[in-house]
């Protein structure tokens, strides 16, 4: 599998959307000071829960799970559940599967056990028929509260709503975390631009090395077409997901362990060659540039040990700092690596997926059998599978109550598609400087006006999401909010240049050809090879035998290159015409 494949696949998965529980306490009588363990999440689409104590007689269903599988639910004892709050253990089908049969048998509310060594956090999510045919209230406790309450078939019980704080101080991690993700892979992917425009501004300062060890990265460019061709293969994966989610389940975190392991190594082995290998050569050869095979190992180690001390614990209360860590690094390496043709495949990019959210949230119920929204339950899992989809960023609540705590996400989808645009108006600014449009000395504001336009539309959209998720209390697709920011904010910023730039902007240019029109004016001419003075000459070739004797003792042959700087229109060359290469920086 390429590593474009990867992403695409990944991509896909990290499209489902989040949603979002209410909190309260859930205790047998007498009540007590709260615990952990007495901690619950509701979902008050079903029915709100009061903030005072109520007192309820329960009864265990029977058998405990409800039901065999979706379409096989065997309550055998529904006249005992009439007036009391049905129990069910979870799995082996969906939250409202369960919750519709203890409502016909008569039952005023629903507690359902979580499995163990899972959080509460994920929340009791169907839809809007399931919510108006079961206006009762429906819980999940805790597994060792559930022991407790299963010692007797039958008993009291007692729960409250706990106050929801609408202060999301986790918005501000997941703020710094998106711009790292988009600074980082925005200025990885425009590597070729920033070479051409300015030759010496890498780390390594033999130029001629650098070129030849250090070639600028390629980005897959994404056209109309494969946009097509993803949404057409996102809409086919969330249905096998809504249909199967306790088996793709396992696939989905076996991609994000593979992906993870090369992301990782990827990330590793570009800083190093591009930090470390620009020292001298003894310190190059003990970091294991002068042997290339050294730092791919230990990149591919530190890799693997990574992803698998997660998967292994990723049940873990600790592991979403492993799972953020690593989800972060593969935003950065697929926003390095895709690249959009042009800002109208990043308007069809947002316009399509907005259009997919809407539809299998809002829409698809209507065609379900069980009215389910399809990407609901593929996103939680509908109460199938205690595994969850590993494509979000996730922290722990902070400043909140007890019960309150659990983890906040943001999907990676919403880093990963608005980001495209974010990258490609990067990479639009370093074109206008290229093209002469803009000085590449003018002031910042100026220079990378059209990549501060996309960061402002983007925070604009994310903190409309947060606002939105605060005070309607309900799931809220982000790119409902992130896709029109990012289409409609950078048009306004066009109304600021002339026709010419804007076009540019709409349409794209292939890097390629604006590559070698920009860089060289004069190519259409003829070489221009002028001799540059004698100490220019002089530290070149101090450079190159630098460079070949950390060859030579790395046990690499040595090559030596000639390089054309467009700035200063001079040549510098070393050795002989036969090991002579010709490179454009």
Known sequence: MSSHALFACLLLIALAATSYAQVGEVQLPPIREPVEENCMSYDERWSVINTTWTTVEYQLVEPILGCESEFNYNITNPDQLAGKVAVFMRGNCTF????????????????????????LSTPIAANESNYAAAPIPVMMVSFELGLLIQENSSGIVAFKQVAISRLNVNAIFFFIAAFVCLGVGGYWATDLERSTLYPTSLPQKNINRKIADHPPEENQSMSAKHIIYLVIFASILLVLLYFLYKYLVYVIIALFYIGSVFNTHHIITRVFKRTACAKPCLTRRKMGC????????????????????????????????????????????????????????????????????VFFVFISPLFTKNSDSIMVVAATGGGTSSESIPMVLSIPRINVPLCQMGNSLLGFGDILVPGLVVVYSLAFDYRRMLAGTVGKTDVFLSRFSFFITAIFA???????TDIALAYMETAQPALLYLGPCLIFIPLLRCLCVDRQTFIAFWNGQPFASAHHELLDPHSDDEDIDEEVPHDVQHRGTGDVQRGALCDHIGGEQSVSVSVDLVDDQHNISDGSSEQREAMDV
């Open 96 to 119: 409202s599967r369960k919750v519709l049969q203890a409502h016909a048998a008569g039952a005023v509310g629903v507690i359902i056990v979580n499995t163990a060594n899972t959080s």
């Open 290 to 357: 002068a042997n290339p095979n050294t730092l791919d190992i230990i990149g591919f180690s530190l890799g693997l040990t990574l992803a698998t001390v997660w998967v292994v614990y990723r049940k873990e209360n600790w592991a979403w700092v492993l799972q953020d860590l690593l989800g972060m690094g593969l935003l950065t390496v697929a926003l390095q690596q895709l690249r959009l043709a042009s800002f109208r495949v990043g308007v069809l990019l947002l316009s399509v997926f907005v259009l997919y959210d």
């Open 458 to 464: 983007y925070t604009l959209g994310l903190g409309a």
